[in-house]
DNA sequence: CCGGACGGTTACCGGCGGGTAGGATCCCGA
DNA sequence: TCGGGATCCTACCCGCCGGTAACCGTCCGG
């Protein structure tokens, strides 16, 4: 691939300046690697600079994968609750939250990838930053929900999670099977299926379906 | 906890007997720790048995770990399919699938854990079976829709993985969130959602939502 | 009584990779 | 010109754990 191996090395930078390269080689690498498998040699590499220069930023891996993966659950709290308040019809609420969601996946960065495929959900403080994310999209959606049907608490929640559970799974599955159509149709289709459900699609013939 | 921690010392055993507790042990240690927190020494501790013998039956931790998850991937198309084969009315179809989901995540061994939650996704063949296992599930359910829509085969097949995705992340958040709602009530809120959508719920006041 | 197959054990190796000690360089203000 | 405080490097340590070598007891057929 063409992607930007390892970065000159020699260049000194200031110290805010060399935290947020060194923050963006470690996202590189945990994104193609994983946390496990990635070494903080090679992050350091990546970024044309010695390990212990690293060190002098971070105070571990685990530390610095932390950082990493916060940033980018905060990206998406922000990014569902924006989507949602965009507008007041709930229609349009889940088709802008959708197209929110795969925004965020069909980055460039793939850094998705870090919140969606951890590797590293054994550790407590990674799985309480996801469960957090999760509650974050969640309990935005859950709070228009019970709002909207007078469902209680706990039944809105499971309904809000199934939402944000379908763009996350087509999402990544989409993704995966090399985009085989248009992000905006996908998203589309993806929010017709929440809104209407499966049984709100056309019949072909004489099939059973709704009576 | 009270679970079975450390098998009794000293019985000899055929050896496919000792292969299947080995895998039974292997399943504990694995479900609990994650793959690259689990060790073979303790997984061998847990079955009351040395390091080589465990190398007798399975010729690394990898190829222990891959056998195990092909053996629960298995379990849960199988159960899919088996769900989808039990009626031909498709409102009473997506009822069956997401109680059949249920029941695999619900199960005592949490070995759900393995397939949903792996720290190894980074291997190949992991990678692999995961996804044979998505589009196991998903083609058989793209199949009732493709044929009962006339949507073509991608659109199908993205709502196919939309409706696993709506059970597989509700799921986990159910268990995870102490099972705050009894299993079948939450299948079949669930199957509701799948069925009739968002929209479809009852409406509280005079709030936006379908005209 | 004997041999060998089978199931099991202890004790060890080796490398990978996170983390660190100690020193070299360079910029800047006095 | 001369500190001194940044920034950065080479070189190393060491613990963990997957994997293995070599050996032991026991049972069974001949």
Redesign the pocket.
């Known amino acids: 691939m063409a992607a930007p191996e390892v970065r000159p090395?020699?260049?000194?930078?200031?110290?805010s300046a060399?935290r947020t390269q060194l923050l963006g080689a470690a996202r590189e690498v945990f994104v193609a690697q994983g946390y496990h498998?990635?070494?903080?040699?090679e992050i350091?590499e990546r970024a044309?600079?010695?390990?212990?220069?690293l060190?002098?930023h971070f105070?571990?891996?685990?530390d610095l994968y932390l950082a990493l993966l916060e940033q980018h659950t905060d990206e998406l709290v922000d990014a569902t609750r924006g989507a949602l308040a965009s507008t007041t019809d709930n229609k349009q609420r889940v088709a802008a939250t959708m197209e929110a969601f795969y925004a965020f996946i069909d980055s460039e960065s793939e850094s998705f990838r870090l919140v969606f495929e951890s590797d590293f959900t054994n550790d407590p403080e990674v799985r309480d930053l996801l469960e957090r994310m999760q509650r974050g999209c969640a309990e935005a959606i859950a709070e228009v929900i019970e709002e909207d049907t007078g469902l209680p608490a706990t039944e809105a929640q499971l309904l809000a999670v199934g939402l944000t559970g379908i763009s996350h799974v087509t999402a990544r599955w989409w993704i995966q099977a090399g985009r085989p159509v248009p992000r905006e149709a996908a998203a589309a289709l993806v929010a017709h299926l929440s809104w209407r459900g499966i049984g709100g699609f056309p019949k072909a013939e004489g099939k059973a379906g709704q009576p």
């Open positions: 090395r020699g260049a000194r930078l200031p110290r060399r498998a990635a070494a903080m040699d350091a044309g600079v010695s390990k212990p220069v060190y002098q105070p571990s891996k685990r």
